[in-house]
């Protein structure tokens, strides 16, 4: 009975002392699953006074809607910085698979503050 105890006592001791690694693998697989967006440099489009900017994420469900909050970001900033207010123009998606990276592409203007 004393062994089987022992035995008892010590896979527990090597669970208590695992659960931290696998606590922390299991987070790891969750922000990799959440994934991040990036964004591009916005540049000028072929209209004068209108820009693009275009942002990428990948990993689960949600992926486009973190590209387009990038994108609109990004162009908000552009704008901001500028002492102006972003105007949304036309949005073109991407990637249509829930593991797919997906895209987002913004035509926007600029326009003075009202």
């Known amino acids: 009975m004393q062994q089987i105890f022992e035995g008892t006592a ?3 001791s090597a669970a208590s002392r695992s659960l931290p690694k696998a606590l922390v693998c299991v987070a790891a697989a969750c922000a990799v ?17 209108t820009f693009v900017v275009s942002a990428s994420a ?12 990038r994108a609109v970001s990004e162009a908000t900033d552009y704008c ?17 698979e ?3 990276q997906q895209a987002s592409v913004i035509r926007f203007e600029c326009h003075p503050k009202t």
């Not at 699953?33 to 006074?49: E, R, W």
Request: hydrophobic share 40%.
């Open 10 to 12: 010590r896979l527990a």
């Open 33 to 49: 699953l959440a994934g991040c967006a990036s964004a591009g440099d916005v540049t000028a489009a072929d209209k004068q006074g």
């Open 58 to 69: 990948t990993g689960g469900r949600l992926a486009w809607a973190r590209a387009h909050k």
């Open 80 to 96: 901001e910085s500028r002492g102006m207010q972003t105007s949304l123009g036309m949005e073109h998606t991407e990637g249509i």
């Open 98 to 100: 829930a593991l797919q």
